[in-house]
């Protein structure tokens, strides 16, 4: 039903009343090519400790974060090269560039850093591994068993890669040991089970002919990965790039290159032919932009800002290649006024204050009705006063570092614009200790549309709660914007989820929960959150190209006795 045809009128409880729905009871299973595994959901994950740590943001003590004879050894098992034609070198300049340790601030690792020339060189090797190399050649089924040897190196070294992910990214190595690795691994394995089924059809023709069709690898493909999951969107981008058998450039984030490159090198083990995965880190005006230009590619998919992904749209548009974005979101969790309370403020804190508020799905717009609004806002800022920051290897925080010093001061400066705009801060709203790239626990009451903590994408722990009156309203204010990544309804009546579900333009919507992933089902978004899917049987469509086969039929063979 249409937004315009919902009853505009104030919502009680009593009006609620019809089917009941349950919360999600805080798992998701990713079936692979041989297995199903339950792992924890990111929802639950992000809640660990939440009702039992007795320290607040405000009373941590001093953090002094060490660096462990683990994470050491972990460090010590990067190559920070580049990896192109199966070989790990040095940028043909020299270049290299400082990652640094998001609790500290310092230097965590010289990497080298690409130039155009070395775009060039990978994507040469890619182009040959394609046209001349053995990849694309081999069985379906033969690529599917390399990729799982991949996912099982991975799983074997989960705790170094989780280690790496925690020292580069700030996010906490539990969550980092328990979703992640394992969602990585899963999607791998979901592909790999994908790799012997990708097929075209026979189609009945007019006249004396037969027609068929075959699905083949779109050739080199670009890929733009983020720093927010640098592992878990590996994981997404060479699953459907792999399985058909595309070769690839991955371009990696400058800010988190070190996951990215140990992948590559358990690829190598794994039996990847030379050439069929080239990474290369460097700076996204530099490397990213050589690569979106490249004439040598043949499709380019990118994850990353709104902003970005215009500009990578421009530059593939200039070699007529298609291109999968997943770019941007704002997107808007919807609280009922019979919605369990509880379930709610806790699935909406989860909404926004996963990964520290570093997700393209982040619940950064709560809009809470009207009649539960106040009593919402006090729980809200009490559940975020009571998060633990802290050490992302300490086992009882709940939140690290934001991942650079350029996102912690954007952070720090969007609180700073919701104060001047009249928005209430009922918690939260400065640095978090005196090093690293902390950011205390942010929840803004008296938020309205107009607001730029309402229409901008903060990335960061930042709640804004927004009230609400009609289910019109609310929808029409929902859709008041230029993203359309994802969204959430918390009620307990079913036909008002699916009201608001199919109203909502968005391309994924959550009812009762939140950050509910599935290596089965397509993500994407909608208006300025990009274009084309990931995940599922669609992503592979975006890998795939289809190749019509026409040939005549002869008379049939008649045999004389």
């Given at each position: 039903?249409?937004?315009?045809?919902?009853?505009?009128?104030?919502?009680?409880?009593a009006?609620?009343?019809g089917?009941q729905?349950?919360v999600?009871?805080?798992r998701?299973?990713?079936?692979?090519a041989?297995q199903s595994?339950?792992?924890p959901?990111?929802?639950?994950?992000?809640t660990h400790?939440?009702h039992?740590?007795?320290?607040a943001?405000?009373?941590?003590?001093?953090?002094?974060?060490?660096?462990?004879e683990e994470h050491k050894?972990?460090l010590?098992?990067?190559?920070?090269?580049?990896l192109i034609?199966g070989?790990?070198?040095d940028?043909?300049?020299g270049?290299?560039?400082?990652t640094?340790?998001?609790?500290?601030g310092?230097?965590?690792?010289t990497?080298?850093?690409?130039q155009?020339?070395?775009v060039?060189r990978?994507?040469?090797?890619?182009?040959?591994?394609?046209d001349?190399?053995p990849w694309?050649?081999m069985?379906?089924?033969?690529?599917g068993?390399?990729m799982?040897?991949?996912a099982t190196?991975?799983e074997?070294?989960?705790?170094?890669?989780?280690t790496l992910?925690?020292?580069?990214n700030?996010?906490p190595y539990?969550v980092?040991?328990?979703?992640?690795v394992?969602?990585?691994?899963?999607h791998?394995?979901?592909?790999?089970?994908?790799a012997?089924k990708?097929y075209?059809q026979?189609?009945?023709?007019?006249g004396?002919m037969?027609?068929?069709?075959?699905?083949e690898?779109?050739?080199v493909?670009?890929?733009?990965?983020p720093?927010?999951f640098?592992?878990l969107?590996?994981?997404w981008?060479?699953?459907?790039?792999?399985?058909?058998?595309?070769?690839?450039?991955?371009?990696?984030?400058?800010?988190?290159?070190?996951?990215a490159?140990?992948v590559?090198?358990l690829?190598?083990e794994?039996?990847?032919?030379?050439?069929?995965?080239?990474?290369?880190?460097g700076?996204?005006p530099?490397?990213?932009?050589a690569?979106a230009?490249?004439?040598?590619?043949?499709?380019?998919?990118f994850?990353g800002?709104?902003e970005?992904?215009?500009?990578?749209?421009?530059?593939?548009?200039?070699n007529?290649?298609p291109?999968?974005?997943e770019?941007?979101?704002?997107?808007?969790?919807?609280?009922?006024?019979?919605?369990?309370?509880?379930?709610?403020v806790?699935?909406?804190?989860?909404?926004l204050f996963?990964?520290h508020?570093q997700c393209?799905?982040?619940g950064?717009?709560?809009?809470v009705?009207?009649?539960?609004?106040d009593?919402?806002v006090a729980?809200?800022?009490?559940t975020?006063?009571?998060?633990?920051?802290g050490?992302?290897?300490?086992?009882?925080?709940?939140?690290?570092?934001?991942?650079s010093?350029?996102?912690?001061e954007k952070?720090?400066?969007?609180i700073?614009?919701?104060?001047?705009?009249?928005?209430?801060?009922?918690?939260?709203?400065k640095?978090?200790?005196?090093?690293?790239?902390?950011v205390?626990p942010?929840?803004?009451?008296?938020v309205?549309?107009?607001m730029?903590?309402?229409?901008?994408?903060?990335?960061g722990?930042?709640?804004?709660?927004l009230?609400?009156s009609?289910?019109?309203?609310?929808?029409?204010?929902?859709?008041?914007?230029d993203?359309?990544?994802?969204a959430?309804?918390?009620?307990?009546?079913?036909?008002l989820a699916n009201?608001?579900s199919r109203?909502?333009?968005a391309?994924?919507?959550?009812?009762?929960?939140?950050?509910q992933?599935?290596?089965g089902v397509?993500?994407?978004?909608?208006?300025?959150?990009?274009?084309?899917r990931?995940k599922?049987?669609?992503?592979?469509?975006?890998?795939t190209?289809?190749k019509?086969?026409y040939m005549?039929?002869e008379?049939?063979?008649?045999?004389?006795?």
């Amino acid at each position: 039903m249409r937004a315009a045809r919902l009853a505009a009128t104030t919502l009680s409880a009593a009006q609620l009343a019809g089917a009941q729905l349950p919360v999600n009871a805080g798992r998701i299973t990713l079936v692979g090519a041989a297995q199903s595994q339950s792992v924890p959901s990111l929802q639950q994950l992000s809640t660990h400790h939440l009702h039992t740590s007795p320290a607040a943001f405000r009373a941590d003590p001093a953090m002094e974060p060490e660096m462990s004879e683990e994470h050491k050894a972990a460090l010590r098992s990067i190559k920070p090269q580049l990896l192109i034609n199966g070989k790990f070198e040095d940028a043909a300049s020299g270049k290299t560039f400082e990652t640094y340790d998001p609790r500290t601030g310092e230097p965590l690792m010289t990497v080298a850093e690409a130039q155009a020339e070395d775009v060039d060189r990978a994507v040469k090797a890619a182009r040959q591994a394609f046209d001349e190399g053995p990849w694309p050649r081999m069985s379906g089924r033969q690529r599917g068993n390399i990729m799982h040897k991949l996912a099982t190196l991975m799983e074997k070294h989960s705790k170094e890669l989780a280690t790496l992910e925690s020292l580069d990214n700030g996010k906490p190595y539990a969550v980092a040991l328990a979703a992640d690795v394992p969602l990585s691994v899963e999607h791998l394995r979901y592909y790999a089970g994908w790799a012997d089924k990708i097929y075209g059809q026979t189609i009945p023709v007019e006249g004396k002919m037969t027609a068929y069709t075959l699905r083949e690898p779109i050739g080199v493909v670009g890929q733009i990965i983020p720093w927010n999951f640098p592992l878990l969107m590996q994981a997404w981008k060479l699953g459907p790039a792999l399985a058909p058998g595309n070769t690839i450039v991955m371009k990696v984030a400058e800010q988190t290159p070190l996951s990215a490159l140990r992948v590559g090198e358990l690829a190598l083990e794994a039996g990847l032919p030379p050439g069929v995965l080239n990474i290369i880190p460097g700076d996204g005006p530099v490397a990213g932009a050589a690569l979106a230009s490249h004439k040598g590619i043949n499709k380019v998919a990118f994850t990353g800002s709104t902003e970005v992904g215009r500009i990578i749209m421009r530059q593939a548009a200039e070699n007529i290649i298609p291109v999968t974005l997943e770019l941007g979101g704002k997107s808007a969790c919807i609280i009922c006024p019979d919605a369990d309370l509880d379930e709610a403020v806790r699935g909406a804190h989860d909404a926004l204050f996963f990964n520290h508020g570093q997700c393209c799905t982040a619940g950064s717009r709560t809009f809470v009705h009207e009649s539960i609004y106040d009593e919402f806002v006090a729980r809200a800022a009490k559940t975020a006063s009571n998060r633990r920051v802290g050490d992302p290897f300490d086992r009882s925080t709940q939140q690290g570092p934001q991942v650079s010093q350029e996102q912690f001061e954007k952070i720090l400066g969007l609180i700073n614009k919701g104060v001047e705009e009249g928005a209430k801060l009922e918690t939260g709203g400065k640095r978090h200790g005196d090093r690293g790239y902390f950011v205390q626990p942010t929840v803004f009451s008296n938020v309205t549309d107009d607001m730029t903590i309402a229409k901008d994408e903060i990335f960061g722990p930042v709640q804004s709660i927004l009230k609400w009156s009609t289910v019109d309203e609310v929808i029409r204010r929902a859709n008041d914007t230029d993203y359309g990544l994802a969204a959430g309804v918390f009620t307990k009546n079913i036909n008002l989820a699916n009201t608001i579900s199919r109203a909502l333009k968005a391309g994924t919507v959550w009812v009762n929960t939140w950050n509910q992933f599935d290596a089965g089902v397509p993500f994407g978004g909608y208006k300025t959150s990009g274009i084309g899917r990931e995940k599922g049987e669609a992503a592979l469509a975006h890998y795939t190209q289809t190749k019509a086969v026409y040939m005549p039929m002869e008379e049939p063979i008649t045999w004389n006795s």
